[in-house]
């Protein structure tokens, strides 16, 4: 076998434009060279070698690839033989890996998935049914041509697809295996992707290993991934890295968006460096995978809520692996795409160029938020900055980070140090989640069981709280999975507790009457904890700031008491020792 960083490094050594050129007579046009196709004649230059991407493309015929594609195409090389003639022509000498010979067991799934790709890339070309995917390509600016460079297909309703692979040969067992189709209750086989506009995946081989398809009319989920397999781990993979990773190299920098019609957007425009996770939130995997091809990752994720929940998650994971981090601010109501649509690259360019270290844009966004006009306030500020600081793997960014946030919150950097990383304090003994049976049922789970009713409930759930309002970490996990339409990333525990609340739905309660309830109860338990503060600060202040203090707690007593009317008779009943207080 040969090793992954030497297929790799062979690749980025290889001239692509000399390499067919010495087959292919290319002329420049603009940044790309184009002649005669070598794979379906033709007398125009419709075919296109593109440097930048490391890749060629026929506008004809359609074949496309890297510079092992074009040798195993052309002359009928095998993978790895293809791989050693250009490793001979760049003067590379390919090591042999130890360990099993052969053929790779899992060549009849990349053989599958590739197979498919390109069936459905014909789909979106040339059928009938595919007319709702070019439509759909149409109405967000997006030509058959460009959708095309890209890889994008389309996969039509009916058994067309598994009608086709058969016809080729493939067999239902390699077609379950690779998750192009799914087995019914009945027993029946139909296929994985159906009505669906389709992305490709590719691994860092450029080898297409799985599909990201976007429903087109009714349906759900919006978008379907391909199921876990031998050849795709989707948390190990970025979307569009195959291509990317070049350009990062070259620019020093990633830019992460959410989704891939981001990225289509952002190449169109000329921004090669992009790349997005595959539907989930970034893994420790994916931040590794960065750090191998950049030093610093820009975050341009959409600015509202959610955007910034996704953003701010990010950046912790990215910050574990010494990346530096930055993020890039939207006006309101843009995402990467309509950005670009509505006021073109430059537009993009500069909100990139204007981007911001990830604990700047937090500070900004407390500061905006009036966090730090007060004594309660600047405590909450630290309990959500501190995250970020603590996330911090490099020693230089974690010390500017400590700096910075006593700077701007008003206590000593040694007093903060000491809260980043308390080493002489105790560890507090492992206590391991409950089971579902013993899952409270209180405020947060009431929210959390009209999140699960859909809207409207979800979006004013997702509007009213915040995840660290949420103390129990069964309940944040599943608020946080919910509020990102991500459910299937819950770890077991609390994969058990979703589908119990599930089961157990709203019951008997008025919707209204439930939302109202529980959120006045979590807005009354927050304010015990800012009156709880204010009464450990009240010992060590000047008499001025106790008056403030005191001033302060009335005021945050009498709110309280509005948002839970009983609080008073609770609390009494409590100090007396009544029954089951």
Not at 263 to 274: D, I, K, M, W, Y
Request: glycine residues 8%; hydrophobic residues 40%.
């Amino acid at each position: 076998m040969i090793p992954d960083d030497v297929i790799e490094q062979v690749r980025e050594a290889a001239d692509i434009v000399g390499i067919i050129g010495e087959s292919v007579e290319l002329k420049r046009t603009g940044t790309d060279y184009r002649g005669r196709c070598p794979f379906h004649g033709g007398t125009h230059r419709n075919f296109a070698v593109i440097p930048k991407k490391g890749m060629f493309y026929c506008f004809v015929c359609h074949e496309a690839g890297d510079v092992y594609t074009f040798f195993m195409k052309k002359l009928g090389m095998d993978y790895p033989t293809a791989v050693r003639e250009v490793a001979r022509r760049v003067g590379i000498t390919i090591p042999e890996r130890s360990g099993p010979t052969g053929p790779d067991p899992r060549e009849p799934l990349f053989a599958a998935v590739a197979t498919a790709a390109d069936w459905f890339a014909r789909q979106l070309r040339e059928s009938p049914e595919g007319e709702i995917a070019r439509t759909y390509l149409e109405s967000r600016h997006v030509t058959v041509e460009q959708a095309q460079v890209g890889g994008l297909g389309f996969g039509p309703r009916g058994t067309g697809f598994l009608d086709a692979m058969k016809g080729l040969g493939l067999r239902e067992e390699v077609l379950l295996e690779a998750g192009l189709i799914v087995k019914r209750e009945d027993g029946s086989k139909v296929p994985r992707f159906r009505g669906r506009l389709l992305f490709p995946i590719h691994d860092l081989r450029s080898r297409v290993v799985a599909f990201s398809g976007r429903v087109l009319g009714e349906g759900e989920p919006k978008y379907l991934n391909s199921p876990e397999s031998p050849v795709f781990h989707k948390g190990q993979l970025l979307y569009n890295l195959h291509l990317a990773k070049h350009a990062m190299r070259k620019a020093e920098r990633a830019v992460l968006v959410e989704g891939q019609f981001d990225v289509l957007r952002l190449t169109l425009a000329g921004f090669e460096e992009v790349v997005a996770p595959l539907g989930t939130g970034l893994t420790d995997e994916q931040a590794a995978l960065l750090q191998r091809h950049a030093p610093h990752v820009i975050l341009l994720y959409d600015s509202d809520d959610p955007g910034l929940r996704a953003t701010f998650r990010a950046g912790d994971v990215l910050l574990r692996h010494k990346l530096r981090v930055s993020v890039a601010t939207l006006p309101e109501g843009e995402d990467p795409d309509t950005l670009v649509q509505n006021k073109g690259a430059p537009a993009l360019e500069q909100a990139i160029k204007d981007s911001v270290d990830v604990l700047e844009r937090k500070v900004q966004i407390l500061e905006r938020k009036g966090f730090f006009g007060s004594l309660p306030g600047r405590r909450r500020a630290l309990d959500r900055l501190l995250p970020t600081i603590r996330a911090a793997a490099d020693p230089i960014t974690r010390d500017l980070y400590i700096s910075r946030v006593a700077e701007v919150a008003g206590i000593r950097k040694d007093v903060l140090q000491r809260e980043v990383d308390p080493k002489e304090q105790p560890t507090a003994p492992y206590r391991p989640l409950p089971p579902v049976t013993a899952l409270p049922s209180n405020a947060e789970k009431a929210l959390l069981q009209l999140m699960m009713a859909g809207e409207p409930w979800r979006a004013r759930v997702i509007e009213a709280i915040d995840s660290d309002e949420i103390e129990f970490p069964v309940y944040r996990s599943i608020f946080e999975a919910l509020a990102d339409d991500a459910p299937d990333r819950l770890d077991e525990t609390a994969a058990r507790a979703y589908e119990s609340m599930q089961a157990e739905g709203l019951g008997t309660d008025q919707p209204d009457v439930m939302f109202e309830r529980s959120v006045n109860r979590l807005e009354a338990r927050r304010l015990d904890r800012e009156i709880e503060r204010i009464n450990r600060a009240i010992p060590f202040a000047s008499d001025d700031e106790k008056a403030n203090l005191a001033h302060e707690k009335q005021r945050l007593a009498a709110e309280r008491n509005a948002k839970r009317p009983t609080y008073g008779i609770i609390q009494s009943a409590r100090r007396k020792g009544a029954p089951g207080s």
